[in-house]
């Protein structure tokens, strides 16, 4: 019965009952292959043995605090984050939006410390998700996601992507953050230039604002770097905001930040009910000893190798449906020509799941640890499906 649910999405039918893996299971008892994995979520998979044992163990322990007192757990996986990566300090969320609104405030009220006052302006670009509050809506680019909700806030400009002309000419001395996506997820996969993110570095430095990052979809290895701005040099961050990975399933999100971007951030400035609890930062420690154990990223860059092959070859084969191959590491997106969702129905009723994204994009996010045979089952099915798709359009063509 799906009545009593508000209807902002429309899932189809299917009800999945079990994962194992990068396995689903639904309630008839039929195996689907995930090759979206929560969009982005389950890293480790479903049921991860290592996951299942942390968070039963940790639930027989403690399940909630409150930040009146300390969390050990957290402060582990705040050094660890903070060792790992560009950071210094660490604020635990929930949820990937939650991270974006502690980056932004992060952001604002660092300029306002420093005596800034009206240095408040939020940069992002076109087709980039920040997440569904407020302060995210607005500063996320769909205008779909506003509509209704009340006048746009002040403090926030859209750029169109990769432009270096409408880039540099809106930088000014009122922006207090540049905010973007390395690797554009719901936007459709794609890719910033390097040179693009070295640019907004220097600019930023150049006007005194703050780089945010948001990795909440491209991190946590899903590029085969733990964040994917790992893969450039000169474009380390101010702020980042982390998400779904980081939890493998488990609501956990984070905004990392260098020392000097989170002077403004005293007590009392910002706070979470839920945020960092032992139950989250149980699971957390044990996600991020998996991501950074021997070998595992070495292995998402070699199984991602595996997977951009086998797309390149769907895009060489059926040029009349497929435009491209977007993204990177194992967030891939298969640009079409026709709609995604046509594909992405097809695929299910074939037993993989996939998503898709803006541009008329499938998504594809798979678990990081699939293998080299999953990567072939999954390539064979969306072969099978483009093929299908091709001969209905020639029979269309013909009658
Ligand atoms: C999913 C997503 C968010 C929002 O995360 P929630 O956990 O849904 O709040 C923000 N930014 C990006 C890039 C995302 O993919």
Not at 163 to 190: H, K, T, W
Not at 215 to 226: F, H, I, M, S, Y
Not at 332 to 343: E, F
């Amino acid at each position: 019965m799906r009545e009593a649910m508000m209807p902002v999405y429309g899932p189809p039918e299917v009800v999945f009952e079990r994962g194992e893996g990068v396995r689903l299971y639904s309630s008839e008892g039929k195996e689907y292959l995930d090759f979206i994995a929560g969009i982005s979520v389950n890293c480790l998979g479903h049921a991860h043995p290592k996951l299942v044992k942390t968070l039963q163990e940790q639930s027989e322990k403690l399940w909630h605090l409150s930040n009146m007192f300390r969390v050990p757990e957290g402060e582990r996986l705040s050094e660890r984050y903070a060792a790992d990566t560009f950071a210094d300090r660490v604020f635990f969320t929930n949820s990937g939006t939650e991270a974006i609104e502690c980056a932004i405030k992060t952001a604002r009220k660092y300029h306002y410390v420093n005596g800034n006052v009206d240095k408040i302006r939020i940069i992002s670009f076109e087709g980039s998700f920040h997440g569904r509050t407020l302060g995210a809506v607005n500063a996320g680019a769909n205008p779909n996601y506003r509509e209704g909700f009340g006048p746009a806030m002040e403090g926030f400009t859209h750029l169109p992507f990769d432009d270096v002309d409408a880039f540099n000419a809106a930088m000014g001395e009122d922006v207090a953050a540049v905010l973007i996506e390395p690797v554009q997820g719901e936007g459709g996969c794609r890719e910033v230039p390097e040179e693009f993110l070295k640019l907004i570095r220097k600019k930023c430095d150049e006007f005194g604002a703050l780089v945010i990052y948001d990795e909440v979809q491209c991190g946590a290895g899903r590029t085969g770097k733990l964040f994917a701005y790992e893969w450039f040099s000169d474009v380390n961050p101010d702020i980042i905001a982390v998400a779904k990975g980081v939890g493998g399933g488990f609501p956990l999100g984070a905004c990392l930040t260098t020392e000097e971007a989170a002077k403004g951030m005293k007590p009392g400035s910002h706070g979470s009910t839920y945020g960092g609890n032992p139950l989250a930062m149980a699971v957390g420690n044990a996600v991020w000893d998996e991501l950074t154990s021997d070998g595992f990223l070495e292995n998402v860059q070699r199984v991602s190798a595996v997977l951009t092959q086998s797309l390149s070859s769907l895009v060489d084969r059926y040029p009349d449906l497929v435009d491209g191959l977007r993204g990177k590491g194992l967030l891939r997106g298969l640009a079409l020509k026709i709609d995604p969702m046509k594909i992405r129905m097809k695929a299910l009723d074939k037993g993989l799941l996939v998503g898709t994204a803006g541009g008329q994009v499938v998504r594809l996010a798979p678990p990081l640890i699939v293998n080299d045979d999953d990567v072939f089952q999954a390539i064979n099915v969306l072969d099978t499906c483009l093929a299908e798709v091709q001969a209905e359009s020639q029979k269309e063509g013909s009658a």
